[in-house]
């Protein structure tokens, strides 16, 4: 059996990516982290997942899985992309807050035709005794999950950007799905689906 510490300290994701993961891991275990966070200073969703996965990695000795992930909308150039969480922050000096980030993005589509836009998530594994030994310890996977930008927020479920984003075949909005249909088709689900089948090839 491998301990892997899942390296993020988001309430919410912790609770989905453990949805998303549970049973897929077989016999293995998968523990919280309460070390530091480091700088999420990537030049995409991959680099910043690594450098959370490397961190944990390092702080706990254990294997660590994190992800990165974000919304990235066709008319703003890809934005807000690898600064989902920081959105608003960023352009308004406000604290981090999920609300903000949503209310401003709805501020910089208004008016705007072009709707498209689409999750992503960059799953990564880090396993610094692999490394050590000169074998793969890094590894990524990304996920993305098409649709388009609501005009106002709808429903109460799901976080971060969920009311404002209708993916594609559902007619309603992410923040509207219930948990399993979310984890089936998501862009988290898509990624850690895939990093699944790489941790079962590794570990077992």
Not at 151 to 168: L, N
Not at 191 to 201: P, S
């Amino acid at each position: 059996m491998t301990t892997f510490v899942l390296a993020t300290h988001n309430a919410h994701k912790v609770q989905e990516l453990r949805r998303i993961l549970g049973d897929r891991l077989g016999h293995h275990q998968l523990i919280g982290y309460d070390g530091p966070e480091p700088a999420e200073d990537g030049d995409s969703f991959e680099a910043n997942a690594l450098i959370k996965a490397r961190a944990a990695a390092v702080f706990t000795g254990l294997p660590a899985i994190a992800d990165d992930s974000g919304i990235c909308v066709d008319a703003l150039g890809g934005a807000p992309g690898i600064h989902s969480a920081r959105y608003a922050e960023l352009h308004n000096g406000t604290a981090r807050d999920d609300l903000d980030n949503l209310r401003l993005l709805v501020t910089n589509m208004a008016g705007k035709p072009d709707r498209r836009a689409q999750f992503v998530c960059a799953a990564a594994l880090v396993d610094v005794a692999a490394l050590d030994a000169g074998t793969p310890g890094e590894h990524t996977e990304r996920g993305t999950w098409p649709g388009s930008v609501l005009e106002a927020p709808a429903g109460s479920g799901g976080f971060g950007y969920d009311p404002i984003f209708a993916p594609d075949g559902w007619g309603v909005s992410a923040a509207e799905l219930t948990p399993a249909q979310k984890d089936a088709d998501s862009h988290r689900g898509r990624a850690f689906g895939l990093l699944i089948t790489v941790l079962r090839e590794r570990y077992g």
